[in-house]
């Protein structure tokens, strides 16, 4: 039986701004959940105003592992003012840009998950550069451009320890499906033609890899 959020996880997870569906969001934790059993931290590129943090951090805290959590906090392309994924609370009148984290601060706080999660806030290839420490899971959802998402696998990918879990979102197959493009879907192509990851599942646009070698 794949892991389940309690309902108060599951309720804060509903109540916060963002872009994940229930039916990923069960399957994101049911991979954090399982990833957690090596005792590594959790980290998500993406964090946005926490919507899906609030999942891993309760997986995390179930684990006794660390979630992290790395954004610059003022939105990808497609929400910036006048595209179709902007919300204009997500703006702070002071500088006329978008900053989403003292929002997802509210959302952690309210979820009761603050101690559980570490934030990163920058830029994901900078904060990647200096990082040097094994993964249990990476979830990638942050840029959806080429660029972005590139340098999200190139950067992240691998610190995944061996058995530990890629989470990849937005992977539209099909060009039709395409709502913010097919960069991810690029992404998880090239993770599974790089010969180090395995397909676990998909549910949606939420694709599960795992690294081959030792295993959970
Ligand atoms: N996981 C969230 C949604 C994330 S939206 C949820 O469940 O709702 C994508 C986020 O990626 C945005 O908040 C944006 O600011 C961030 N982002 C985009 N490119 C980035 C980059 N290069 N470095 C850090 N954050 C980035
Ligand atoms: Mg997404």
Known sequence: MPATPKPEILAAFEAAKGFMPMDEGLALYAAAAEAGRL????????????????????AAREAGVTALTVDHHRGSEEQQPGWDYHDPETVDPEI????????????????????????????????????????????VDGGHTDEHASADYEGWAPHVAEGGLLVIHDVFPEPEDEFTGQAPYRVHQRALASGAFTEVSATGSLRVLRRRGAGI
């Open 39 to 58: 005792g590594l931290p959790l980290l998500e590129v993406g964090t946005y105003c926490g919507r899906s943090t609030v999942l891993l951090a309760d």
């Open 96 to 139: 006329g840009l978008m900053d989403t984290l003292p929002t997802f601060r509210r959302t952690l706080h309210r979820a009761g998950l603050e101690e559980h999660v570490v934030a990163l806030v920058g830029r994901s290839p900078q904060i990647a550069a200096l990082w040097a420490r094994p993964l249990g899971l990476v979830f």
